[in-house]
């Protein structure tokens, strides 16, 4: 990965998990911290859940650059066809 991906990837991931219809689901449902706070597990559960949410947006990100670049490339070989 370049670094340039890298810079995508991480605003990507930003974005997504920003997103209030994400941040709901994950925060609020998948990742539920309500019942954790008093426990000694919270900071291990903490960490967890922030690779897990990092390496799965990450993913996405990288699906939806690596699909955005076959569609501008096919995009530009219709356009130098239609020339």
């Known amino acids: 990965m370049s670094k340039s991906e890298a810079y995508y990837t991480t605003f990507g991931v930003y974005l997504i998990h920003g997103h209030n219809f994400v941040a709901d689901f994950l925060w609020g449902g998948v990742f539920n911290f309500r019942h954790k706070m008093d426990e000694p597990s919270l900071i291990p559960f903490s960490f967890m859940a ?20 076959k569609i501008v490339g096919l995009y530009n070989r ?5 020339l």
């Open 50 to 69: 922030v690779l897990v949410v990092f390496a799965g947006c990450s993913i996405i990100e990288l699906l939806r650059l690596f699909i955005n670049q």
């Open 78 to 82: 219709i356009k130098k066809c239609s």
